[in-house]
């Protein structure tokens, strides 16, 4: 491996530790090398707090190593003032005589302007180290911007032979498919995207929070598609201890701050008005909890990035058939469950 990219790479190791809580803003990890050594590293934590750049450099001791160090990073250094200062000066103001980079931010705020500006001001700029790898590492990010939409993940357990529900039963609350350990992976990935949503008739069967309790992280907001007002205000999703959307044909409806409603027309472009709507809230992703209709609507419409699919050890002999898929990336054991990852290359 060539020895760029080693250090892209732990650049990217470190941008990792931020996912979840840097919404708005992209996953970023910085290395400074100087004479073949690490003497910085730093990630962005969140959002309002210091980028990568910043805590790299702030992490060197001796500080007088920099104007002779190479500052590695996985996105380009932005070139604007937003909650904090652009990182291009902090890295023109302490000398640091070369820089590399992932890939170019497609951000319009930046989109080439950081790496303009340090060339303009001496510094030596490589560009495009383990680019791929640097895509895959802000694929909501870059979806957001480039798409205009939300980086989409379909979910769903099903039963050994293939249905997501029995035909019946006796309570509000799911039945559960996958073990405990699935279970909390599921809550693992709430925490690690912005959103999550479900149609009218998971709400009406299951009663869901569609929280993070089994983990520790941010609750994603939840949103809900609910035609013509049929979850009333006792069901879960309504209990405004967390933020939710509900997409509905109704109008004038009262709405609070936790509690907001989209009105729309429900007509064959459906899932690209949902979609619509996540991107002008700023959702970078969403997960797709089902059910059937849901999921299918958004798979029909070719509107998904990624589906992560349990397969329980349980079986329904008859029930509510899970969607098909196609095309498997990779597949691995939890205990007695499988979990089969799909991703759309279209």
């Known amino acids: 491996m060539k020895i760029h990219e080693i250090y892209i790479k732990r650049c990217i190791q ?14 970023v990890g910085s290395v400074i090398v100087h004479d073949g050594k690490i003497i910085g590293e730093g990630w962005h934590r969140k959002a309002g707090e210091p980028h990568a750049e910043v805590n790299a450099v702030n992490s060197v001791k001796d500080k007088s190593l920099l104007s002779k160090a ?18 291009c000066d902090l890295i023109i103001a302490h000398k640091i005589p070369t820089v590399v980079v992932g890939t170019v931010d497609p951000n319009s705020k930046v989109a080439g302007t950081g790496i303009k500006r340090l060339i303009e001001n001496g510094v030596t700029v490589t560009v495009g180290v383990l680019e791929d790898e640097c895509h ?16 989409i993940i ?23 498919i996958s073990n405990e350990f699935s279970r909390q992976l599921v809550h693992k990935w709430r925490s690690e995207e912005q959103a999550i949503l479900v149609g009218t008739n998971t709400v009406l069967e299951d009663n869901p929070k569609l929280d993070v309790r089994e983990w520790s992280g941010n609750n994603p907001i939840r949103v809900v598609v609910d035609r013509t007002g049929k979850i009333s205000e006792d069901y879960n999703l309504k209990d405004k201890k967390t933020k939710t959307i509900v997409i509905t044909e109704q109008e ?54 990624e589906a992560r699919v349990f397969s329980g ?14 095309g498997i990336s990779k597949t691995e054991k939890i205990k007695d469950d499988q979990l089969k990852l799909f991703l759309n290359h279209d």
């Not at 470190?14 to 809580?21: C, E, F, I, V």
């Not at 590492?137 to 939409?149: G, V």
């Open 70 to 87: 190479t500052i590695y990073v996985s996105l380009e250094p932005c070139s604007h003032f937003g909650k904090t200062p652009p990182c």
């Open 313 to 326: 050890a349980i079986s329904f002999k008859e029930g509510v058939k899970a969607p098909v898929m196609n």
């Open 136 to 151: 895959e590492l802000n694929k909501r990010f870059f979806t957001f911007h480039n798409q205009q939409r939300p980086y």
């Open 252 to 305: 004038n409806l009262t709405f609070s701050e936790n509690l907001i409603y989209e009105s729309v027309i429900f007509d064959i472009q459906l899932t690209k008005k949902i979609v619509g709507i996540l991107y002008k809230y700023g959702l970078q992703s969403v997960i797709i909890e089902g059910g059937k209709q849901t999921l299918e609507s958004f798979i029909d419409s070719n509107l998904w990035d």
């Open 154 to 176: 379909l979910k769903w357990a099903e039963s050994s032979d293939g249905f997501i529900a029995p035909l019946t039963k006796e309570k509000k609350e799911p039945v559960w």
């Open 14 to 27: 470190l941008a990792k530790n931020g996912l979840g809580t840097t919404y708005p803003n992209p996953l």
